[in-house]
C-alpha cells in the first residue's frame, strides 16, 4: 500500500468512516476501471484539476465517470475565465498525486487550502461513491455521508454545483 493510500485510510479511520476497499491493478482512466469495479455500487468519481490562467487557482472538479464537463461553460458559471488542465507538475504540488490518481482525498495534501472543491450535485444522490485513495491500485466504496463528513473537515472551500 502506498503512503498516500494510507493517509486516506487514516483519516478515514480517524473520522470513523466506514469504507471497503477494492484493490486491483493501476488504472488510469474509468474505462479501465470498469473492469474490475463493474458493479460496484454507488457513483464511480470523475475527478480533474483544473486551472485559471494566471495558475493562481485550482479547482478539483469531481462529477460521475458517464458525464462531460464543458470547461468554458463551466468556468463561465463559477466566474473564472480560460480554465485549463493543471500540469502533472500542479498535481503533485497542489494535491499531492500523480496522473491517474486524481480524487477527492488530493485535499488531504493541500495544506494550503486553497484548491476549491466542486462536487456535481448529482454524486450526492447516491448512497454511496467510489473513488481512488489518491492511488490508482484501489478504489474505496463509502457513504455519501461519509464523503459529507470528510469534506465538513477537509478546509478547502467546497460547492455542491450542478455538472
Known amino acids: 500500500m502506498s503512503e498516500?493510500?494510507?493517509k486516506v485510510f487514516n483519516v478515514l479511520n480517524q473520522l470513523e468512516i466506514d469504507y471497503q476497499v477494492i484493490n486491483h491493478p493501476p488504472v488510469y482512466t474509468c474505462e479501465e476501471l470498469e473492469q474490475y469495479i463493474g458493479g460496484l455500487e454507488g457513483a464511480h468519481c470523475k475527478n480533474l484539476l483544473l486551472r485559471n490562467k494566471k495558475g493562481n487557482r485550482h479547482?478539483?472538479?469531481?462529477?460521475e465517470e458517464s458525464k462531460q464537463v464543458d470547461i468554458k461553460s463551466f468556468g463561465?458559471?463559477?466566474?473564472?475565465?480560460?480554465l485549463?488542465?493543471?500540469s502533472e507538475e500542479r498535481l503533485q504540488k497542489h494535491l499531492g498525486v500523480s496522473p491517474g490518481a486524481v480524487s477527492v482525498f488530493g485535499v488531504i495534501n493541500n495544506e494550503a487550502h486553497d484548491v476549491e472543491v466542486f462536487i456535481d450535485e448529482a454524486m450526492m444522490k447516491h448512497a454511496m461513491i467510489n473513488c481512488?485513495?489518491?492511488?490508482n491500485t484501489a478504489t474505496i466504496n463509502f457513504t455519501t455521508a461519509g464523503l459529507k463528513k470528510f469534506?465538513?473537515?477537509c478546509g478547502n472551500p467546497v460547492n455542491f454545483v450542478k455538472i
Not at 59 to 63: D, T
Not at 132 to 135: A, E, G, I, M, S
Open 151 to 153: 469534506l465538513d473537515q
Open 84 to 86: 485549463s488542465f493543471a
Open 4 to 6: 498516500n493510500a494510507q
Open 132 to 135: 481512488h485513495p489518491n492511488d
Open 59 to 63: 479547482f478539483l472538479v469531481i462529477l
Open 76 to 82: 463561465k458559471r463559477i466566474d473564472v475565465s480560460n
